[in-house]
């Protein structure tokens, strides 16, 4: 079978619980940032939100798996390459997987250790994240099965992935085998964390081997060493073929090299859970490159699926969302205004 979009990432369970700005200062981690921990720390946690009557619920998640299980939400043909466990929460991973239709491998012969992302989340929306990356570590490069890449029309690649040395090379061969084939890579630089800590190795990466690169705003002004938003857009636009910035309520920029940046505004919505929202808008976009639509209504596409996702707990897109790409972007709402 041949695929519209392979991607890999880090396959983690997300389990995610409300609670106050107070609560969460009293945890003591970066609010709207992610920090790696252990299956124990994130036990301490949620025992102590107990207090607070806080129940969790349990979806699955992972950066780039959000943007795949999109892709497919809106009728595409994707694969994933990640690890889980053959425990509780990898079978969960992998049939929330098929039922979205989306090729994955499944568990492996380990019966625990599927990775989690314990999500917390504040009254403004945002996300902070405390991960256990358990058995995703363990994909390595062998894991990448290059016979699929040469039929795909994208690959997509998550950030994540340069915090393992085993993962980082199954995301550059993924990478390279899709060059080698003549396949764009598109690329999301995940989080500020792993621009701030991997910075070299990121741009070297973008340089050679990225056609399509993701980011938000921090991320954006990290990996450029900027302060002003439109300057880091100019010049991590100089790095790669196309550039999407997105920019929260805002909406998103967008360029092909040697382009203008193009403005489209982002819709106008009761924000309830920010996570997933820059993974999902990759999902818009890369749907609509699917497609062959133009750079404006491929950015409409992916504010639309980063609006519908923020307004329900998780990373997937509702069930009364839309799927029909023609109507989202003849439906889009603003006209005028925009570059």
């Known amino acids: 079978m041949n ?6 990432g880090n396959a983690l369970v997300d389990i995610q619980t409300k609670l106050t700005e107070e609560e969460l200062n009293k945890l003591n981690y970066p609010k709207g940032g992610m920090t790696l921990s252990s ?3 994130q036990g301490e946690i949620l025992e102590a939100l107990e207090a607070y009557t806080h129940s969790p619920t349990i979806c699955s998640g992972g950066s780039a798996a959000n943007t795949i299980h999109g892709i497919g939400a809106l009728n595409g043909r994707a694969y994933y390459i990640g690890r889980v466990a053959n425990d509780g929460y990898g079978r969960h991973y992998t049939q929330d997987m098929a039922d979205c239709g989306v090729g994955f491998p499944g568990p492996g012969a380990e019966d625990s ?6 999500v917390l989340i504040t ?7 405390v ?17 699929i890449v040469a039929g795909a029309k994208f690959v ?16 550059m061969k993924l990478a390279r085998t899709a060059r ?4 764009p890579v598109a690329f999301t630089l995940s989080d500020a964390f792993i621009v701030d800590n991997f910075k070299k190795d990121l741009l070297d990466f973008i340089k050679w081997d990225v056609d399509i690169l993701f980011c938000n705003e921090v991320e954006g002004l990290a990996l450029a060493e900027e302060e002003d938003a439109g300057k880091a857009f100019d010049t991590v636009a100089a790095m790669c073929e196309y550039l999407f910035f997105t920019r929260g309520q805002e909406g998103a920029w967008a360029c092909h090299r040697g382009g203008e940046r193009l403005t489209v505004k982002g819709y106008q919505v009761d924000a309830v859970d920010t996570t997933g929202a820059g993974d999902l808008f990759a999902a818009g976009v890369l749907t609509g490159m699917i ?9 409409i596409l992916g504010n639309y699926c980063a609006g519908q996702v923020v307004t329900h707990l998780g990373a997937r897109m509702p069930a009364h969302s839309h799927t029909n790409i023609n109507k989202i972007i003849s439906d889009y709402p603003h006209k005028e205004g925009e570059a």
């Not at 991960?131 to 016979?147: F, K, P, Q, R, W």
């Not at 497609?291 to 950015?299: A, G, N």
């Open 123 to 129: 009254p403004d929306a945002q996300r902070t994240m």
């Open 39 to 41: 299956p124990t720390e």
């Open 3 to 8: 695929y519209d979009v392979i991607g890999i």
């Open 291 to 299: 497609h062959k639509k133009p750079l404006k209504e491929c950015v």
């Open 180 to 183: 080698k084939a003549g396949v």
């Open 131 to 147: 991960t256990d990356l358990g058995i995703s570590t363990a994909l390595h490069s062998d894991n990448v099965d290059e016979t």
């Open 113 to 118: 250790g599927t990775g989690t992302s314990l």
């Open 156 to 171: 997509y690649i998550e950030g994540y992935l340069w915090t393992g040395e085993d993962t980082k090379k199954a995301a």
